[in-house]
């Protein structure tokens, strides 16, 4: 079953804070975020291997809570360039069947 | 440089036709996947593949199969076309490396209208 994200949609002003969800009702071992650009392919951001792990790209960062099986986004002080789709991704216990999140449509406004 | 290619990247077709998309990789990786991107589902995986001779069904495989006769192509056939299977389909594939240290590389996507 694909990991929720919430919000589905989220309007910002350039230089504005948001935060996006990726919530899954089975264990997560590792939880990977990509962002796609309109008409383009998804790509890569970063990957959280273990639980409380946090990372950061650009201002880009994000946690993962591995008990609560639930991951954050955060995009700080947001740029046009931020537009996009966000979707978190995982490939489960052991294998490699990766599946990815209901998506996030972020929208930077100037 | 390595790539990931998709072709074609635009089709029409029509209700009840076959059709097939193709996928060709040379990053030699042993992990290939087909997803299908429509509003409001995100990215829902169809088949994948861990090497050649394997294929694995996903969530939404029902009306698709695919074939690994090799590690460079996983090509996905809509046995049947139909109206509901109209969608942008992505193809991607990984080294397959440690589980949950995988990071997949797409190709540009193929979108595909059923009349």
């Known amino acids: 079953q694909q990991p929720v994200q919430s919000p589905q949609a989220v309007i910002l002003r350039e230089g504005e804070d948001a935060v996006i969800n990726c919530s899954s009702s089975?264990?997560?071992?590792?939880v990977h975020w990509y962002r796609q650009k309109h008409g383009e392919a998804p790509v890569f951001l970063m990957i959280?291997?273990?639980?409380?792990e946090q990372k950061g790209h650009e201002k880009i960062s994000a946690s993962f809570n591995e008990k609560k099986q639930q991951s954050s986004l955060y995009l700080t002080a947001s740029q046009l360039s931020y537009s996009g789709t966000y979707f978190c991704?995982?490939?489960?216990?052991?294998?490699?069947?990766?599946?990815f999140g209901t998506g996030t449509r972020l929208k930077v406004l100037a | 440089d390595a790539e990931i290619t998709q072709s074609p990247r635009h089709k029409i077709t029509e209700t009840g036709r076959q059709v097939t998309l193709a996928c060709h990789q040379t990053w030699n990786h042993n992990n290939m996947f087909w997803y299908r991107q429509d509003l409001g589902h995100g990215l829902r995986l169809i088949h994948y593949?861990?090497?050649?001779?394997?294929?694995n069904k996903g969530e939404v495989s029902d009306g698709y199969s695919v074939s690994r006769s090799n590690t460079e192509d996983l090509p996905l056939t809509l046995e049947s076309a139909a109206s509901s299977q109209t969608s942008v389909y992505f193809c991607a594939s990984s080294s397959g490396g440690p589980s949950g240290a995988n990071v997949l590389t797409f190709g540009a996507g193929s979108r595909l209208t059923v009349l």
């Open positions: 959280l291997l273990k639980g409380g």
């Open positions: 991704g995982t490939d489960g216990s052991g294998t490699y069947k990766y599946i």
């Open positions: 593949s861990y090497g050649v001779q394997d294929t």
């Open positions: 089975k264990a997560l071992y590792s």
